[in-house]
């Protein structure tokens, strides 16, 4: 009979909702997504009643109307597409995925040589870090895992850094067979 890792780390981290990332443990597969915070709708609305207001305020040509619609678009589109990436850890295939709900964004990221695909093989240590501070999303605590031969993977974005902190110990200590020590 196969063990649950995944279900042995849920039973240790516990299930704490009122963190950002969206936590689902399933049979050796743990799934990681980020979830839009207040503050992040409220920029995102914001940003696109203005801009289109100010688009219909103007009255430009068709055509201009057009091309600037669609440059408006591409910018929120490039600020906000990581908010739509899932991280899969699965202990069966013994590898972490990043996936976002768009594939074209997960294509682009594979031809231009970022880290889509990491073995557990490859995996050096995890670290918690700061994010920086930016007008639309708050300061967190990241969970990175770092590789030897790859660039580094961002696990999710924590509110509280000791949930972070707990998440990467329990993790270093099932993939990579580390002790459970504190993070870097």
């Known amino acids: 009979m196969a063990t649950n890792v ?8 516990g299930s704490l909702s009122v963190d950002i990332p969206t936590i689902r443990f399933e049979f050796n597969i743990i799934g990681i997504a ?18 289109f207001g100010l688009l219909f305020y103007i009255n430009p040509p068709v055509i ?18 990581s908010l739509f ?9 013994k590898e972490i995925t990043l996936r976002n709900k768009f594939r074209i964004v997960t294509g682009i990221r594979k031809k231009i040589g970022k880290t889509v695909t990491l073995p557990f093989k490859a995996i050096s240590h995890f670290e918690v870090q700061y994010s920086r ?8 605590s990241l969970l990175i895992v770092k590789s030897f031969d790859h660039a580094p993977m961002v696990i999710g974005s924590f509110q509280s850094e000791r949930n972070a902190r707990r998440l990467g110990e329990l993790l270093q200590y099932h993939i ?3 002790p459970r020590t504190k993070l870097v």
């Open 6 to 13: 995944a279900g042995e780390i849920e039973k240790e981290y």
């Open 133 to 140: 501070f930016s007008f639309s999303s708050p300061t967190y």
């Open 176 to 178: 990579t067979g580390k």
């Open 34 to 51: 980020e979830k839009l915070s207040m503050l992040q709708k409220i920029y995102m609305a914001a940003s696109t009643v203005f801009l």
């Open 64 to 81: 201009f109307s057009a091309l600037l619609s669609l440059i408006i678009l591409s910018v929120l589109f490039y600020n906000y597409y």
């Open 85 to 93: 990436d899932k991280v899969i850890i699965d202990f069966n295939h």
